[in-house]
């Protein structure tokens, strides 16, 4: 509305300069007219009056309107008698005052328009101004208020530029806080095999004989674990983990990662059940890839019962492949499903042996390739994982 306004105030003023030009044209052209008018009557009657015999020859070269000076002519008369065109210049107030008049009311409104537009981009100039000064001294409130002017669209950038900062300043702050929460986190996983290590180590000092070979040995084991999982979120975080990009089938993949996993499976009493359906690819890296759904699988094993099983399915759609793995427990807490796959986060019926990694893993690779995941209960009882891979 503010721009519409100012559009219509400039058409204004361009209106009433053109009208006053116009005007005063008008006047000009009258005037000189009428003075040119005057001017030769004044000569013609004085001619007749001192040479009556005249008339007829003025009224001759009247109508012959041969009175203005051709290039023809070698020499003004007036010129020769030392006349000049100062000399007969007779402005009086029939002219002048309309004039200046006309000139002052031009001139006022041209005046009165360009002081109101400086005033104007003055103040908004002030306010942005202030608005970043607000900012910059962590004063409260983003917003500003909406104007549609010559400053509009830099008003515009400064609130998304503003906007970034913000956005930037908050990831920034969360990204500390998690940084410290992992450090307390990675701090807690590896106090407990170290613990256990140094309490092995003790125990054997006092009892020379006993064996806790086998004890530390596990404890390293896990530190070991631990350690490489470590590595791989500092990598994935760093972005200098390396994705290959290659058809991989979908069946094959849920084969080599359940036949990776087959002594563990035999060992809980579980078994599982991939049903082929044609052949689907997507492009993953079949490694890193095969690592994500081996984590998964392993969840829905370690959270159903005995004498159960883990069933896998896959179908493409025009947008995505999806790929679901789902078991016959008693499925998610429903307090616990927003944080499964926080990092270091382990649930009530969490493995002994777990560190609260492997879920966060597997999301971090499946997002890195184009692909979602996420986690619900079935109607029917059981947990299930839901991974789509959408199309390129």
Known sequence: MNGKKNRLMILFVLSVSLLTASLVTVLLTYYYCNMQFQSLDGF?????????DSKQTVLKILKSKKLCPTADTDESVLLSFGYKPSDFWDI??????????????GGSLFLFTFAHRHKKSAARIDG?????????????GLLLAAEEDEFSRLQDEIYKTITTLYQTRDAAWEEKRNYADNLSNIAHQ???????????????????ASDYSEQIRRQLGR???LEEALLLLSRIDAGTLVMKQTAVDVFTLLALASDNLQELFIQNGVSIDIPEA????????????????????KNCME?????????CSYERTPLYVQVRIWDEGHGFAKEELPHLFERFYRGKNGGAGGIGIGLSLSKAIIEMQNGIIRAFNLHEGGACFEIRFYTL
Request: some cysteine; hydrophobic content about 45%.
């Open 303 to 311: 959270h159903t019962k005995t004498g159960t099983m883990v069933h």
């Open 278 to 297: 044609g052949e689907i690819e997507i492009i993953a890296d079949l490694d890193w890839t095969m690592e994500a759904i081996m984590n998964l699988m």
């Open 190 to 208: 590896l106090k407990t095999p170290i613990t256990a290590i140094s309490l092995s180590v003790q125990m054997m000092k006092e009892h020379p």
């Open 44 to 52: 013609c009657g004085e001619i007749i009056e001192q040479y009556p």
């Open 92 to 105: 009086n107030g029939q002219i002048l005052v309309p004039a200046s008049v006309v000139f002052l009311l």
């Open 128 to 140: 942005l101004t202030n608005y970043l000064e607000k900012v910059n001294t962590g004063g409260q």
């Open 223 to 225: 530190l070991t674990h």
